[in-house]
């Protein structure tokens, strides 16, 4: 949850098959969609090793699947977006979040109770991984995404708890877009709570129990992005949307796990195995053993401010795309795709006119049920689609795919 999340910040996840049985109170031939803005912000709060932060996500992940625990720190660029809750409304900005499933405030902006409210006695509490947590009371309430997006007695958590894993300042909270199991065990007094995706779902606003996600390139001239309830967004793809199945391997297969593999150029770097997609993380993580065969084949050297590798100017230009196999299809993440934005490096701590790859070290080796996350960096090339309805998740090119802009 920024470009990262700490803002810097944040965002996957999930358990399908209980969603997609529900049966919906309403009729759905017609399809019905709704777009929700997002605004990119620059973290100058968060650390600067955005690596390093990323992994501290996914040691979190690992750990705490089975009790809902996402990691919400993060460091550079954070989306998010202005959501009203109450009636009339107030208005929050929070972290948009498909790595969790809580929709929470509190973290800068005080909730403002309206006739709308309803203390349910419950509390939530959700963890982030080390000392980080963020706990209060559930309320139900109505909340606005837009004029299109209206959710009557939606849960909410109000925090109390300010430490909210480093969320503060210019962010409230976090908009959880992830599956409802996750939200399992996390209020006092419900074994689960419907997300906002449910609700949606559920009372009839969409007609489809699935999120398109945009983002483009931080350094690109419209650094806008774009959650699309109900479906995708057509006019933000150039080709088709390619789906492949959720994961069946834990701890993946509770968040948005699927199976890929990776090639650098010719060379297969790490065989088809389980992993996320996650727009809370902000680099692309692969498998220590992967890690290294990528290392050694760009030349990279680690950079100890950044946690980033570092390439000369000579390397960069001989360095080969990386190919994802998903579900049969290829995508061919370019050199251009690998390197941060040469304009933002003094964002993260970097010297102006060196080279950082975005492509890191998960942390663990190949096998542990988690050996890649296709981060922030993976998905501004790439147009999104997360299917509740049909457990899957989908991929399509962008205007943004082969864009040099780095």
């Known amino acids: 949850m920024v470009l990262f999340k700490s803002l810097s910040l944040l965002l996957p996840a999930l358990a399908f098959l209980s969603l997609s049985a529900r049966a919906s109170p309403y009729p759905r031939a017609i399809p019905r969609t709704a777009a929700l803005k997002l605004a990119v912000k620059f973290n100058s709060n968060g650390i600067k090793n955005v690596a390093a932060a990323d992994r501290a996500r996914v040691q979190a992940l690992l750990q705490n699947s089975a009790s809902s625990s996402i990691n919400a720190a993060n460091n550079g660029v954070i989306y998010t977006t202005d959501?009203?809750?109450?009636?009339?409304?107030?208005?929050?900005?929070?972290?948009i979040d498909t790595g969790s499933s809580n929709t929470w405030i509190g973290?800068?902006?005080?909730?403002?109770?309206?006739?709308?409210?309803?203390d349910t006695g419950g509390t939530f509490y959700v963890a982030y991984g080390g000392s980080e947590s963020v706990?209060?009371?559930?309320?139900?309430?109505?909340?606005?995404l837009n004029s299109d997006l209206v959710i009557e007695n939606q849960s909410i958590g109000v925090a109390s708890s300010k430490s909210a894993a480093g969320l503060g300042g210019p962010i409230d909270g976090i908009l959880g877009l992830g599956p409802v199991d996750l939200t399992e065990g996390t209020v006092s007094n419900a074994n689960e709570v419907p997300t906002v995706m449910d609700n949606l779902y559920k009372w009839g606003t969409i007609s489809q129990d699935v999120l398109g996600v945009f983002f483009s390139p931080s350094s690109a001239d419209d650094t806008a992005g774009e959650l699309t309830f109900g479906g995708y967004d057509n006019s933000r793809i150039t080709g088709d949307v390619n789906y492949v199945s959720i994961t069946s391997t834990p701890p993946a297969d509770t968040f948005w796990g699927i199976d890929q593999s990776i090639s650098y150029g010719t060379t297969m770097i790490l065989s088809e195995t389980a992993g996320i997609v996650d727009t809370g993380t902000t680099m692309i993580l692969i498998a220590t053993d992967a890690f290294v065969k990528y290392q050694s084949a760009t030349g990279g050297t680690l950079d100890q401010s950044t946690g980033l590798l570092k390439i000369?100017?000579?390397?960069?230009?001989?360095?080969?795309?990386?190919?994802?196999?998903i579900g049969g299809v290829s995508y061919e993440l370019t050199p251009n795709a690998q390197i941060w934005?040469?304009?933002?490096?003094?964002?993260?701590?970097?010297?102006?006119?060196?080279?950082?790859?975005?492509?890191g070290d998960i942390g663990t080796p190949s096998g542990s049920g988690l050996d890649f996350i296709n981060g922030y960096c993976f998905l501004e090339r790439f147009y999104s689609v997360f299917d509740t309805t049909n457990s899957k998740v989908g991929f399509a090119t962008t205007e943004y795919t082969y864009a040099t802009s780095n």
């Open 341 to 359: 934005p040469r304009s933002l490096n003094s964002d993260i701590g970097g010297t102006t006119n060196s080279i950082y790859l975005v492509v």
């Open 83 to 95: 959501i009203g809750v109450g009636t009339p409304p107030t208005n929050y900005t929070l972290l």
């Open 135 to 144: 706990s209060g009371e559930e309320y139900l309430d109505t909340v606005t």
């Open 312 to 325: 000369s100017s000579d390397q960069y230009n001989n360095l080969s795309s990386l190919y994802y196999t």
């Open 107 to 118: 973290a800068g902006k005080d909730y403002t109770k309206t006739s709308t409210s309803v």
